[in-house]
C-alpha cells in the first residue's frame, strides 16, 4: 500500500464521518425539535455548541486513526504493529463516540419529553 493510498484512506474516512455527524446535527438539533418530539426550550443550544468542536474533532480522530492503522500496518512488524493497531482502533473509538455525541444528547432530550408527558 502506497503513502498516496494511505492519504487517500484517511480523507475519505474523514469527509464520510464529517458527512455522518452533519446528517446526525440536522436530525438531533432541527428535525426532533421540529416534529415536536423534544422541546425546543430545552438546553439544545448550548449542546449543539458543544457538538461542533467535538463532531469536527472526532471526524479528525477518525481520519487520523486510519491513516496511523495503515501505516503502522505497512511499516511495523510484530508486537509492535499489534500495539500501534490496537492504539489507531482506541483512536477511532473516542472519534466515533465523539460524532455520535448529538444522538446522545437526542436521546436524552427525547426520552426526557416523553417521560414528562406520562
Do not use: H, N
Not at 471526524?59 to 505497512?74: D, P, Q, T, V
Not at 510484530?78 to 483512536?91: K, M, T, W, Y
Request: glycine content about 10%; overall charge positive; proline content about 3%.
Amino acid at each position: 500500500m502506497s503513502l498516496s493510498s494511505i492519504s487517500a484512506i484517511a480523507k475519505k474516512d474523514f469527509f464520510t464521518s464529517l458527512g455522518v455527524w452533519m446528517a446526525l446535527e440536522m436530525i438531533c438539533f432541527a428535525v426532533l425539535p421540529l416534529v415536536g418530539l423534544t422541546r425546543p426550550e430545552s438546553k439544545l443550544q448550548g449542546w449543539f455548541y458543544a457538538s461542533f468542536p467535538m463532531g469536527i474533532g472526532g471526524a479528525l480522530l477518525i481520519g487520523f486513526s486510519s491513516w496511523f492503522i495503515a501505516s503502522s500496518i505497512r511499516q511495523s512488524k510484530g508486537f509492535f504493529r499489534a500495539v500501534r493497531v490496537l492504539l489507531g482502533e482506541l483512536l477511532s473509538l473516542l472519534g466515533v463516540a465523539a460524532i455520535a455525541y448529538p444522538i446522545f444528547v437526542g436521546s436524552m432530550e427525547l426520552f426526557k419529553t416523553l417521560f414528562t408527558k406520562l
